[in-house]
């Protein structure tokens, strides 16, 4: 069975700064999808980054990047420019076959302005 | 694009009462919806996997009797959670992918907020 590995419960960032968020997961698989999802107070989950294991160049959305290290199953979400707007819960997931997610614990993201 | 609406978003009933919570993809088809409980500060688990004109999969440790999911149409996802009790207050979730291919995210609705007296 996949595991994910949130190790950070909470972390703070002061706005406009940078902040990295980690991730580290467990699969037998050697095709599968990562993900972040954020889920502000209002709990919708929102699509933050996507990114297939095959492909080694990270991924890129506006201020959010991922360091992705297949050989060590490590995924950390880096948020550059920290807005007010990104406080939330941060969730790291792997795709497994079957297409189901496997979500680790959550990290919580506090922006102080 | 691919919105996922989710309907309830907060619900209040007696113990004993049958709830239903309906998930609907507003502008894509959904081949494939997930339910998925979660718990004040603590991650999703997965329930079961939907799918459309099917029997859904259900998760270990997760009572087919209890919560009955239907997928009758392409857009359409339902749990109805019967004969609730206290403990089953929660927040559900739903998700759908647009599309078959493997890798495509989910997208998820609001959530329904599940409050048993």
């Known amino acids: 069975a996949q595991t994910v590995t949130q190790s950070q419960p909470e972390m703070s960032v002061q706005e406009a700064e940078t902040v990295t968020l980690s991730c580290t997961y467990d699969t037998s698989e050697s095709d599968y999808y990562l993900f972040w999802y954020k889920q502000p107070p209002s709990r919708q989950m929102i699509l933050v980054i996507r990114?297939?294991?095959?492909?080694?160049q990270n991924a890129t959305e506006n201020r959010f990047s991922v360091n992705f290290q297949k050989a060590a199953k490590s995924f950390s979400l880096k948020i550059s420019d920290s807005q007010l707007g990104d406080a939330a819960m941060y969730f790291c997931?792997?795709?497994?076959?079957?297409?189901?997610?496997?979500f680790g614990a959550g990290t919580i993201l506090r922006v102080k302005s | 694009g691919a919105v996922v609406s989710q309907h309830p978003s907060w619900v209040i009933c007696k113990s004993g009462t049958s709830v239903k919570i309906e998930c609907r993809s507003l502008?894509?088809?959904?081949?494939?919806m997930f339910w998925y409980r979660q718990f004040p500060k603590q991650s999703l688990m997965l329930m079961a996997t939907?799918?459309?004109?099917?029997?859904?999969?259900?998760e270990q440790g997760v009572e087919k009797d209890k919560f009955l999911i239907n997928h009758a149409s392409l857009t359409l996802s339902t749990l109805t959670v019967t004969s609730a009790h206290p403990e089953d207050s929660s927040f559900y979730i739903c998700?759908?992918?647009?599309?078959?291919?493997?890798?495509?995210?989910?997208?998820f609705g609001d959530g329904t907020r599940l409050s048993i007296l």
């Open positions: 939907s799918n459309e004109g099917s029997k859904a999969t259900y």
């Open positions: 990114q297939e294991a095959y492909k080694q």
């Open positions: 997931a792997v795709m497994e076959y079957g297409n189901k997610l496997v």
């Open positions: 998700s759908a992918r647009a599309g078959t291919a493997r890798g495509q995210p989910q997208h």
């Open positions: 502008d894509f088809q959904a081949t494939t």
